[in-house]
């Protein structure tokens, strides 16, 4: 039989364990422990409280910022001005596929021309209902290797829905106008990976929210109720949705969604609130399951989520902002940081991070501004700067033919096998309610060490994999025009 140890020496033991429990512990605080600083006033940022949009307008490799303005990345050191250039807020991409990003302003439904990276001028469109709308997507929506347009109406609006096809980068016709719901953020994937962009829509005033699967000629179907992402609970025909973002929670190599919604809890009922909702794969028809909360604890005025592995431990984050410094029954409402732990559980970190006390805001956008493999945040009119994580990375920038693949590749999947676990990222444009983060794909790979493999999934259902490729660093990548 085992011998049984005197109670000295098991306390002795017990306290040992206790020790390699916390120390345990600390290193998990520690990994956690990743801060921001606010580095407007040193970059000379002086950027408006409205949407962020992060895209290189120039191919310089630093990426640019637009909020409000058009502010040029000097290299990581600083900001400048471009002239007096004011789209408002704009989405990015290239949608006359000659190499340079353009931007579409859906706070004044207008089109800007990117003409090398130096100037913006105006492109003419048909005639569009009146529309005041929160937020729109680029993406190929017929496969014809140009972007389209789908833009969101909120109230007020004559239409709802606004889909504009792009006629081989010279113009746009209006393909569908309709619907009168309440329309705030507006986002899109391919999250059934059959090779065509599906658009999810964030209703407001408890209208359900949208979900329209294409059927790779911008033929639209909604399947909300169908595929389980009204984003509701039980007497409540949807929410008080403000923006949702795609991603990849679990690392399963199947891309899920969160829906954030504001929601009152008093005499009213208790509203609908923010939740994850995760993709159930081939297997089961590529429904949802709606897992709740997953420790998104309740404040009534969330409004902008925005997604992306901040610490570089491989899993994908949380954003979160308000409407509302201070909401119902004077209950202060405040901006959070989510961090994941790759099994639908997230905690807060915002005090940690020193994010914690940001005003309002609908802003909310990631990029790694200063090229230092680590992710830093636009929000609220200020730019933090991430202060470095000890974790391995990875940047892919994707580009497109122009021939059978739009330029900017958005649309495109990359999944990343690092040891045991796999990453998978897209090329999106708009994100929470109008906001857009860097499209190049990053990746943090944790405690990884060594080369990784990737395999990459063209919008046209194009395959490319490549072994064995070095991490810590920027890696391009573009398709032939024969692929």
Sequence with gaps: MPRQLPSQESNVYNILALCLLLLAGTVTAQEAAVVFKDVSSDTGLQLGGGAACWADIDNDGWVDVCAGAVWKNNKGKSFSKIGDFSPGSVIAADFDNDGFVDLFSWSSMKLFRNKGGKKFVDVPLPDLPRIGSRGAVWADLNNDSFVDLYVGGYEGSERSLLILINEGGKSFRVERSEGKNATRGVTACDFDQDGDVDV?????????????????????????????????????????????????????????????????????????????????????????????????????????????????????????????????????????????????????????????????????????????????????????????????????RLVGNGKTINRSAIGAQVRVEAGNKIITRQVETGTGEGNQSEATLHFGLGNHKGPVNIEIFWPNRAKQSMTRVETNRLLTVEIKSTE
Excluded: M
Excluded at 203 to 223: C, H, I, M, S, T
Excluded at 228 to 241: E, L, Q
Excluded at 289 to 316: F, I, K, M, R, W
């Design 200 to 396: 999810y829509v964030s209703n407001y005033r408890l209208q359900p929210n949208l979900f329209w699967l294409n059927n790779g000629k911008a033929g639209f179907k909604e399947v909300a109720r169908e595929y389980g992402v009204i984003a509701t609970k039980p007497g409540f025909g949807g929410g008080h949705s403000i923006g949702a973002s795609w991603g990849d929670f679990n690392n399963d190599g199947l891309i899920d969604l969160f829906a954030g919604n504001f929601a009152h809890v008093d005499g009213r009922g208790d509203q609908p609130k923010s939740r994850f909702l995760k993709n159930l794969g081939e297997k089961k028809g590529f429904k949802f399951e709606d897992l709740g909360t997953c420790g998104v604890h309740y404040q009534e005025s969330y409004a902008s989520p925005s997604v992306a592995d901040y610490d570089n431990d491989g899993n994908l984050d949380l954003f979160f902002t308000t409407v509302y410094g201070v909401a119902s029954f004077g209950r202060k409402n405040n901006s959070v940081l989510f961090r994941n732990d790759g099994k639908f559980v997230v905690q807060d970190v915002t005090a940690a991070a020193k994010l914690a006390g940001l005003p309002p805001t609908y802003q909310a956008a990631w990029a790694d501004y200063d090229n230092d493999g680590d992710l830093d945040l636009t929000s609220a009119g200020k730019l933090f700067q991430n202060q470095g994580t000890p974790h391995a990375w990875l940047k892919l």
